[in-house]
């Protein structure tokens, strides 16, 4: 059995960055908001008793960056280059004949979705919503397998809204099958290798498979088991599989929700998923991500993380990139060689990726991954007269009914070259070693 999301959440308790709730909680607001409080801290969060019996809630699992290097296998500087890397070598998925996933399948008028502790998140949302669903489709013309992440919000016990718009794959896909009148079969597999996420939220060329990426990720053949109602597979390791069709020819009202950007998305017709087959692993780890939380930046950042640092690394020496907090403005931190090195970057940055609206470069000695330092950097070492490059009429994200993204600005905060000595920044010896609990009286602080 290869790793799956139990896997991740030992790695993380073993590393000190899991919390684990006993005391029974309410998928609705309750997860939510103890998941905000826990993403303060910097922890994943492990609901181990939901009033929906016989599941277990789990969020924030790729909250940090250094969860992200935990599963990496490297450094937190290091976790863009190391998803670059990987991902050059996709490695093709191999099928086995059992999962876990099927100790129990539930068809027909045994397909309850109201037993799933799927979580209303904020004030204004329509209701619940499944947020890391991973949903695997075929095209009916070429054949070839489509992943991606979509909402999709609680209708019923059968009945859910799903949001799957072209140009993303999955709406083309279903475009085609509604042309030929035909609805459209699809599997959703929940409770996921953070790695498996990743590929599926990566905008891949179509026609290339998701789940080869995810191969590339884990450095091996992800295994994929057929699935019990329609003609497709999912990982063996997932921990929930909806099996069931997209209806053709219907759109019903979804939303609103709360979305990446903190703001509602408004009510729009979407197209509206019929559940035919739940199948589950006995005590699920049903999985759940806050939209706009760290964990979600991180899924949509690292693949464009990657997009921006192998541009800028061809025009000079870049050390780390972050697109963290927003996914709409960049830090990039460079050792700086030449006095043109930084508006190379943002150059180079505002091409590889279009959305990116701000974008900073700062020196080495930056940690581009805290936006004090990345501020302070600003503060003490650009000349905004001389250290600018606005982008007029540049259009960035594409939802922009104020016309707020249509414009980029890039700032160039690195100290002159050649002044090193006086932009050194002072240090405390020992400080970053010292156990402050060594120094507090038992029971303090
Ligand atoms: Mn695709």
């Not at 070429?142 to 019923?156: C, D």
């Not at 061809?314 to 060689?337: E, F, M």
Request: net charge negative; with cysteine; glycine share 6%.
């Amino acid at each position: 059995m290869q790793k799956g999301i139990r896997d991740c959440l030992s790695q993380l308790e073993s590393s000190q960055r899991l919390l684990t709730v006993e005391r029974e909680v309410d998928p609705r607001f309750e997860i939510p908001a103890v998941m905000q409080a826990a993403e303060r801290k910097g922890k994943a969060v492990l609901f181990n008793r939901v009033k929906h019996p016989g599941y277990r809630v789990v969020n924030n699992v790729l909250g940090t960056r250094k969860a992200a290097a935990l599963f990496l296998g490297t450094e937190r500087e290091q976790v863009t280059r190391e998803w670059m890397q990987r991902m050059k070598q996709p490695i093709v998925p191999v099928e086995v004949s059992s999962s876990p996933a099927k100790e129990v399948v539930q068809t027909g008028d045994r397909v309850d979705l109201e037993e799933l502790p799927i979580v209303t998140h904020c004030a204004r949302d329509a209701g619940a919503f499944i947020t890391a669903g991973m949903v695997v489709a075929r095209d009916p013309e070429t054949g070839i397998r489509n992943v991606s992440v979509n909402r999709m919000q609680l209708k019923g016990k059968s009945k859910l809204g799903i949001r799957m718009m072209p140009p993303q794959h999955l709406g083309l896909i279903h475009e085609k099958c509604e042309m030929r009148g035909e609805n459209l079969e699809i599997a959703v597999a929940i409770g996921n290798h953070p790695f498996d996420i990743m590929a599926a939220a990566t905008s891949l060329p179509a026609g290339q498979d998701e789940f080869s990426m995810a191969g590339a990720l884990r450095k091996e053949p992800l295994e994929l088991v057929k699935c019990e109602t329609v003609d497709l597979e999912v990982p063996a390791v997932a921990e929930i599989v909806l099996e069931g069709e997209v209806l053709a020819g219907v759109r019903e009202p979804e939303g609103p929700f709360g979305d990446f950007m903190q703001y509602y998305v408004p009510v729009m017709d979407n197209h509206v998923f019929q559940v035919k087959a739940i199948t589950h692993r006995k005590n699920a780890v049903y999985q759940t991500i806050q939209a706009g939380s760290l964990e979600d930046t991180h899924y949509l950042g690292l693949s464009r993380e990657a997009a921006v640092l192998e541009a800028a690394s061809r025009v000079a020496d870049v050390r780390a990139v972050s697109l963290v907090p927003t996914i709409l403005g960049c830090a990039v931190s460079i050792h700086k060689k030449s006095e043109a090195d930084a508006k190379s970057v943002l150059e180079e940055a505002f091409k590889a990726y279009r959305w990116l609206k701000y974008c900073v470069v700062v020196d080495h000695d930056v940690n581009v991954f805290d936006m004090n330092d990345v501020w302070w950097a600003m503060n003490t070492r650009s000349r905004p007269d001389r250290g600018l490059m606005l982008k007029e009429q540049a259009p960035g994200f594409p939802r922009d009914a104020f016309h707020l993204h249509q414009s980029k600005l890039g700032i160039d905060a690195t100290a002159p070259l050649n002044q090193w000595q006086e932009f050194e920044r002072k240090t405390v010896p020992g400080s970053e070693h010292i156990a402050l609990e060594d120094y507090l009286f038992p029971g303090d602080g």
